[in-house]
Structure formats: structure tokens, C-alpha cells
């Protein structure tokens, strides 16, 4: 069970920044989907470094549980604030 752990965990970390660091360096497709919807540029950083961190803390927590613990419940709250977002704004992965 530890080995899909830390697995699942690897491969969560790898998405997770691949999604932050666009965010974090202000670049990107999503960048612009975000600034047109109302979201300014400090704020767009800090969720991007926000997902970095998480992901960092993913990684950690293989080998400290407690941190990672906080991560995961970290990303959990994050996603879920911003699944309220896109649900606010009628994104509903349609593509329109």
C-alpha cells in the first residue's frame, strides 16, 4: 500500500505543478481565461504558487505524513473553492 502511495502522490505532485507554475509565472492560455474573468494578476500568482506548494508538500509528506496530510487537505479546499469559481461563472468544460 505505500508504494501506490507514494505513486499516486509522485504523479499528483507532477500535475499539480504543471497546472501551478504557468499560474505562478503569469503565463499561459489559462492566464488569460482567468484575467478576463475577473481574477487580478497577484491573485492568479498566489493559487499558482499555492498549487506548487501543495505539490511540494505531496512530496514531503512521503516522508513526513503530517505534511502531507496538510497538503492534501490544502489542495481539497483549493480545488473546491475553485470548482465553486467555474461553477460561478458557467464553466462547465463544455468548450464554450
Same mark, same amino acid.
Given at each position: 500500500?505505500?508504494? @501506490? @502511495?507514494? &505513486? =499516486?502522490?509522485? $504523479? ?7 497546472? +501551478? !507554475?504557468? #499560474? !505562478?509565472?503569469?503565463? %499561459?492560455?489559462?492566464?488569460?481565461? =482567468?484575467?478576463?474573468?475577473?481574477? +487580478?494578476? *497577484? =491573485? ?8 506548487? @506548494? *501543495? ?13 502531507? &496530510?496538510? *497538503? !492534501?487537505?490544502?489542495?481539497?479546499? $483549493? =480545488?473546491?473553492? !475553485? &470548482? +465553486?469559481?467555474?461553477? #460561478?461563472? %458557467?464553466?462547465? +468544460?463544455?468548450?464554450?
Amino acid at each position: 500500500m505505500y508504494i @501506490a @502511495a507514494v &505513486i =499516486l502522490s509522485v $504523479l499528483l505532485a507532477l500535475i499539480t505543478v504543471a497546472a +501551478g !507554475a504557468p #499560474k !505562478a509565472q503569469f503565463k %499561459g492560455d489559462v492566464v488569460d481565461g =482567468l484575467v478576463a474573468k475577473g481574477l +487580478g494578476p *497577484a =491573485l492568479i500568482r498566489f493559487i499558482g504558487l499555492l498549487e506548487v @506548494a *501543495a505539490a511540494a508538500g505531496l512530496v514531503a509528506g512521503i516522508w513526513w505524513e503530517p505534511l502531507g &496530510i496538510a *497538503a !492534501a487537505v490544502g489542495m481539497a479546499v $483549493l =480545488l473546491l473553492v !475553485a &470548482i +465553486g469559481y467555474h461553477v #460561478k461563472w %458557467g464553466d462547465y +468544460g463544455d468548450g464554450a
